[in-house]
């Protein structure tokens, strides 16, 4: 049976508080086919250089780095438009 892949897409923004947890719990979901997109919409805080590490530590892991803050809906929207997965 095809497992098909399921994409995440996980705007950011000055959230290097939370990053962490948010990414570790996507990592721990059962459903192991799957995409994490981690769309940087601008921060300032030191996400980006967490983003950094979380991606070179899981494959699956994939950044998006927006030049400035342009808010959730469009950092949601530049995830899907980079999307691989069929869900």
């Not at 098909?4 to 996507?26: A, C, F, H, Q």
């Not at 949601?76 to 980079?82: A, I, M, S, W, Y």
Request: charged share 30%.
């Amino acid at each position: 049976m095809e497992r098909p892949l399921v994409s995440i897409v996980m705007p950011v923004y000055n959230s290097s508080k939370t990053l962490r947890e948010s990414v570790d719990s996507v990592k721990a979901q059962t459903w192991e086919q799957w995409e994490l997109l981690l769309v940087d919409d601008g921060s300032s805080d030191g996400s980006r250089d967490l983003i950094a590490e979380l991606v070179s530590s899981d494959t699956r892991i994939r950044s998006i780095l927006l030049d400035s803050n342009r808010g959730a809906a469009l950092a949601r929207n530049e995830g899907v438009r980079t999307a691989k997965g069929r869900y």
